[in-house]
């Protein structure tokens, strides 16, 4: 009888005994970097801990943060409601079953002035997980912070800004590719000069894997669309040694403990040469920093306290893997938005990770094992053969566009799901050591009523603004979008005057069209 093959996620072979892999001549912070962008990694600085947050109303979120604040979380992650991601406005008839739901409903500057209420935007760094109305949440924030007497050149966070993996994953697109690019660009060009310390994309390979593919695929599909947004930026005109500084990545991290720690390996070797290819020659620009969070479509409703456990192995493998900043999951979320009790566990996994473990004691841990330096070449291998594919085609628009991405996304998430359901790939407590139904006591929920305050909140706005400065504003953000002219500087007038987010995406969508 032949020996089972063992395979990681993306069908690589593991050998039973490695015994040599090619010499490690480079260090941490030098490029290609595979070793962390940092020479002494985490005993210099940990890495951020952040936990995503935001449901129902910004008051009801308000409260979450400031939590989480009290709780030694250090830096903010805001989700946002679906209606918020598609650019409509909490009365509007399509928001109708979803406000408040999957994120925290933002309608107009009113709401971010709730959300942020007696939170100091310059002393913490925010992460915002919006794509298609990226821009209109950008203003607001800055509109915050220029109310709070800020200085734009020291505020710090992140937009994920990310359409491409939207069209090709996620769903939440607006407008069609090529105008949703000009958003981007126009975003890139003007916190370039305005907002220099803020990270104006997150190119997301998260979704990528949420949606079903493999480890390879993520790092491959997500360095491709980052590359389409370096060849976009140069396009208009903007130096790849300032704007390449500000790109920054999210990727997910699996069960597949040392694929992971891999794939975060050979994603620093690849954006280097990417970036180095593409003219950066500033270390700074060539360096690959990145976000983790730990992945949603691994954790089970049955059993969900096992979640505890895989979100660690996981959080473990991101921080063996280098990365820079980390949000974990709660262990309840296969069935709800996370209680308090769920998100204090998840943020104390970190913590436990940072100051109890001993794998921040020194760089790079695994570094010169057999196995991992072989697997984080194998990893790159075969990520570059997708990319030199994708390359073929003309690069990421057009992959998404011929719907090549989606296919080799769908194609590997019907076998990851075969093989669950044959056995062949085991989930403890789903298809191996089941039991009855373990029900969780408390699960979180949203009520349908925040749609009517949301609504009447959007009434009292719109009866006590001026509302001819809103006309104006909306009007002259249409005429320039039909031009060339970078649109930041008039999305942040509109919101200052309190046009809603529905009114500025109408604008857009009137413009750009729909996709």
Same mark, same amino acid.
């Given at each position: 009888?032949?020996?089972?093959?063992?395979?990681?996620?993306?069908?690589?072979?593991?050998?039973?005994?490695?015994?040599?892999?090619?010499? #490690?001549?480079?260090?941490?912070?030098?490029?290609?970097?595979?070793?962390?962008?940092?020479?002494?990694?985490?005993?210099?600085?940990?890495?951020?801990?952040?936990?995503?947050?935001?449901?129902?109303?910004?008051?009801?979120?308000?409260?979450?943060?400031?939590?989480?604040?009290?709780?030694?979380?250090?830096?903010?992650?805001?989700?946002?409601?679906?209606?918020?991601?598609?650019?409509?406005?909490?009365?509007?008839?399509?928001?109708?079953?979803?406000?408040?739901?999957?994120?925290?409903?933002?309608?107009?500057?009113?709401? &971010?002035?709730?959300?942020?209420?007696?939170?100091?935007?310059?002393?913490?760094?925010?992460?915002?997980?919006?794509?298609?109305?990226?821009?209109?949440?950008?203003?607001?924030?800055?509109?915050?912070?220029?109310?709070?007497?800020?200085?734009?050149?020291?505020?710090?966070?992140?937009?994920?800004?990310?359409?491409?993996?939207?069209?090709?994953?996620?769903?939440?697109?607006?407008?069609?590719?090529?105008?949703?690019?000009?958003?981007?660009?126009?975003?890139?060009?003007?916190?370039?000069?305005?907002?220099?310390?803020?990270?104006?994309?997150?190119?997301?390979?998260?979704?990528?894997?949420?949606?079903?593919?493999?480890?390879?695929?993520?790092?491959?599909?997500?360095?491709?669309?980052?590359?389409?947004?370096?060849?976009?930026?140069?396009?208009?005109?903007?130096?790849?040694?300032?704007?390449?500084?500000?790109?920054?990545?999210?990727?997910?991290?699996?069960?597949?403990?040392?694929?992971?720690?891999?794939?975060?390996?050979?994603?620093? =070797?690849?954006?280097?040469?990417?970036?180095?290819?593409?003219?950066?020659?500033?270390?700074?620009?060539?360096?690959? =920093?990145?976000?983790?969070?730990?992945?949603?479509?691994?954790?089970?409703?049955?059993?969900?306290? /096992?979640?505890? &456990?895989?979100?660690?192995?996981?959080?473990?493998?991101?921080?063996?893997?280098?990365?820079?900043?980390?949000?974990?999951?709660?262990?309840?979320?296969?069935?709800?938005?996370?209680?308090?009790?769920?998100?204090?566990?998840?943020? =104390?996994?970190?913590?436990?990770?940072?100051?109890?473990?001993?794998?921040?004691?020194?760089?790079?841990?695994?570094?010169?094992?057999?196995?991992?330096?072989?697997?984080?070449?194998?990893?790159?291998?075969?990520?570059?053969?997708?990319?030199?594919?994708?390359?073929?085609?003309?690069?990421?628009? /057009?992959?998404?566009?011929?719907?090549?991405?989606? /296919?080799?996304?769908?194609?590997?998430?019907?076998?990851?799901?075969?093989?669950?359901?044959?056995?062949?790939? &085991?989930?403890?407590?789903? /298809?191996?050591?089941?039991?009855?139904?373990?029900?969780?006591?408390?699960?979180?929920?949203?009520?349908?009523? &925040?749609?009517?305050?949301?609504?009447?909140?959007?009434?009292?706005?719109?009866?006590?603004?001026?509302?001819?400065?809103?006309?104006?504003?909306?009007?002259?953000?249409?005429?320039?979008?039909?031009?060339?002219?970078?649109? #930041?500087?008039?999305?942040?007038?509109?919101?200052?005057?309190?046009?809603?987010?529905?009114?500025?995406?109408?604008?857009?969508?009137?413009?750009?069209?729909?996709?």
């Amino acid at each position: 009888m032949s020996e089972k093959k063992h395979t990681t996620t993306s069908g690589i072979e593991i050998k039973a005994l490695y015994t040599e892999a090619k010499p #490690m001549e480079e260090l941490p912070g030098e490029f290609p970097f595979t070793r962390g962008i940092q020479k002494d990694m985490y005993r210099g600085r940990l890495w951020t801990m952040r936990q995503y947050a935001g449901f129902s109303t910004a008051e009801e979120s308000n409260k979450r943060y400031h939590y989480l604040l009290a709780q030694g979380t250090t830096g903010l992650s805001v989700a946002f409601d679906l209606p918020t991601q598609i650019g409509y406005d909490s009365d509007h008839e399509m928001a109708d079953g979803e406000v408040g739901k999957v994120g925290v409903a933002i309608d107009s500057l009113k709401d &971010i002035e709730i959300l942020f209420d007696g939170i100091e935007l310059k002393n913490i760094t925010t992460s915002m997980t919006i794509n298609a109305t990226a821009s209109i949440l950008l203003a607001m924030y800055i509109a915050l912070a220029k109310k709070q007497g800020a200085d734009l050149k020291q505020i710090s966070g992140t937009i994920q800004n990310d359409i491409l993996k939207e069209y090709a994953a996620r769903g939440t697109y607006i407008y069609p590719p090529k105008p949703s690019m000009r958003l981007i660009t126009d975003i890139f060009e003007f916190c370039s000069k305005e907002v220099p310390k803020w990270n104006t994309i997150s190119i997301s390979g998260y979704h990528i894997r949420e949606a079903g593919s493999t480890a390879v695929q993520e790092l491959a599909f997500t360095l491709a669309n980052g590359k389409t947004y370096l060849k976009a930026a140069l396009d208009k005109g903007l130096d790849i040694n300032i704007f390449a500084k500000r790109l920054s990545f999210f990727f997910n991290c699996h069960n597949n403990f040392f694929e992971e720690i891999a794939k975060f390996r050979a994603a620093r =070797r690849m954006w280097a040469k990417i970036t180095k290819d593409l003219g950066a020659t500033d270390e700074k620009a060539q360096m690959l =920093r990145f976000h983790t969070q730990t992945g949603g479509s691994t954790l089970t409703a049955q059993q969900p306290l /096992n979640n505890v &456990i895989r979100v660690s192995n996981q959080a473990m493998a991101a921080v063996l893997g280098g990365t820079q900043s980390l949000h974990t999951n709660g262990y309840d979320e296969a069935l709800s938005l996370p209680t308090e009790s769920a998100a204090k566990i998840a943020l =104390r996994t970190q913590q436990i990770i940072a100051f109890e473990s001993g794998v921040t004691d020194t760089v790079d841990p695994l570094a010169g094992s057999f196995f991992v330096e072989s697997l984080t070449d194998e990893v790159e291998a075969a990520a570059w053969a997708y990319i030199d594919r994708i390359d073929a085609m003309g690069g990421s628009v /057009n992959a998404i566009e011929s719907d090549y991405m989606q /296919n080799e996304i769908a194609v590997a998430a019907y076998q990851y799901q075969k093989e669950i359901e044959s056995g062949e790939r &085991i989930s403890i407590g789903v /298809n191996k050591f089941t039991q009855e139904e373990e029900g969780l006591t408390e699960v979180f929920n949203i009520d349908d009523s &925040i749609r009517k305050l949301q609504s009447e909140k959007l009434d009292h706005l719109k009866s006590t603004r001026n509302q001819l400065a809103v006309e104006q504003a909306l009007q002259q953000l249409s005429e320039a979008a039909k031009g060339e002219a970078n649109l #930041m500087p008039l999305i942040i007038d509109a919101v200052e005057k309190y046009a809603t987010l529905g009114e500025i995406a109408d604008v857009f969508r009137n413009t750009f069209g729909v996709y």
